[in-house]
């Protein structure tokens, strides 16, 4: 830890105690037959909470504890965040210490405890300044405006899997992308309490000859998916990668996550809400291809600077494409972690990067996205949708397969010397801090 750091650090542990600053007012609050609520009294200049807990068990003041979440914003009633999912019993205790963002300058409240008096009937809920959301969703049943209804945080060591659902599948129509997504420590894992999703490129011959076999656990309904031949001048996916999505869904709601994007020549982030009955509808989150720049005959430049969100109801261009928002960085967005957003309502649908509006849709569109969605998290690689023919990339070398050709796995393969030197370990991955979804 550099000396800075550290005085940072030191300042963030003792601001508590030579700060004039006092705490809000917290809440507590259990239900019955599940669910937990914290509750902290509104208050002028604060930019955010943090609150970290166990049940039953004490916990330190560094530690981020079994309940851990970021509240960033405030509902009617004060910060407030619910969890529909923890069950607590009378004479259940709550460990916890919490973390306050004022000015920009940050407090801490250490060594808390609360006791579980009364279980309070959930269908109160709708009468502690709860004003019913618009939202849908499967749990909580009872849904707030503003509330936080997913909170995805990488603290644990392992992925959540009662939260996210891993692919497993060899993908084909209608992208067909050069990659498997598989189930992989090496491909998907936490790492500094960041989501890290790596693709890993082929390097030879052998890896992508024989058979690529993913039955066992496969997520796709088509066995075509599931298993790969090398066959007749084909080759299996040059290219392990690797995608998840929520397992709840819902209809309506603001999401954010805050990602560091892939970098290397024809990979891009998947981060979109996906139809869960119909996977050609898509509201993309954040989309900026991992070339550096990516130039057309006309000199137009459409890599890595330039920033795509917004609904998609197709998969085939220009209709893809057609109601895409678009926002031009001044470097490409790969370079840093930035903040995505999209707000999407019965009538609008907003998209954000770093809390600055680029793009919305009309109600003609939006009115067409009246299903329960998904979040999905992935990182793709080349494909028929995502690069037009002929794109000249930033090492002058030009797209190094065209959409109709027979052998696009081979031809995208025999030209790894010119895309893998621009894959790095670190730079090419798609890191995520956190994923959340707040009510309307």
């Not at 894959?423 to 979804?437: D, F, N, P, R």
Request: proline share 5%.
């Amino acid at each position: 830890m550099t000396k800075m750091l550290r005085f940072v650090w030191i300042l963030m542990q003792c601001s508590y105690v030579l700060s004039d600053f006092v705490f809000p007012d917290v809440k507590l609050e259990a239900f019955d037959p599940e669910g937990f609520r914290v509750t902290v009294a509104e208050m002028k200049d604060i930019n955010s909470i943090g609150f970290h807990a166990n049940k039953n068990q004490k916990i330190d003041d560094i530690s981020p504890g079994e309940i851990s979440t970021d509240i960033i914003r405030p509902a009617d009633n004060g910060w407030s965040y619910y969890n529909p999912n923890l069950k607590l019993n009378v004479g259940d205790k709550i460990y916890y210490w919490m973390f306050v963002q004022h000015k920009n300058l940050g407090y801490k409240k250490p060594g808390q405890s609360w006791t579980v008096t009364e279980l309070i009937p959930s269908r109160e809920l709708n009468k502690t300044n709860c004003r019913r959301s618009l939202t849908e969703a499967l749990t909580p049943t009872i849904i707030c405006e503003k509330q936080l209804i997913f909170d995805g945080l990488f603290l644990d060591k392992k992925i959540n899997e009662r939260s996210w659902k891993l692919a497993h599948y060899i993908p084909s129509f209608p992208d067909y992308e050069f990659c498997s997504y598989q189930k992989r420590d090496d491909n998907i894992f936490i790492k500094d309490r960041n989501l890290v999703i790596k693709p890993i490129a082929a390097t030879r011959m052998e890896e992508v000859s024989g058979t690529l076999d993913l039955r066992e656990g496969c997520t796709s309904h088509s066995e075509n998916d599931c298993i790969a031949y090398e066959d007749s001048g084909f080759i299996l996916p040059p290219v392990r990668s690797a995608k998840m999505k929520t397992n709840q869904n819902f209809k309506y709601g603001t999401v954010e996550i805050k990602a560091k994007l892939p970098a290397g020549d024809w990979l891009y982030p998947e981060i979109y809400l996906e139809s869960s009955k119909n996977k050609s509808k898509k509201i993309w989150i954040a989309y900026a291809r991992g070339n550096q720049h990516l130039y057309g005959n006309g000199g137009d430049d459409i890599g890595g600077t330039l920033l795509f969100g917004g609904p998609s109801l197709t998969f085939a261009e220009p209709e893809r494409s057609k109601y895409l928002s678009t926002s031009r960085g001044k470097k490409p967005f790969v370079e840093d972690f930035h903040v995505y957003s999209v707000v999407w309502k019965p009538d609008k649908i907003s998209v954000y990067v770093d809390d600055l509006l680029y793009g919305e849709t009309k109600a003609d569109v939006a009115s067409i996205f009246d299903e329960p969605m998904h979040v999905v998290l992935g990182v793709g690689v080349g494909g028929l949708t995502d690069f037009p023919d002929y794109y000249v990339s930033t090492n002058n070398k030009r797209k190094p397969w065209k959409d109709s050709d027979r052998l696009i796995y081979k031809n995208f393969f025999k030209a790894r010397d010119d895309w893998l030197p621009t894959w790095t370990s670190e730079g090419s991955c798609l890191k995520v801090e956190y994923v959340k979804i707040f009510a309307l």
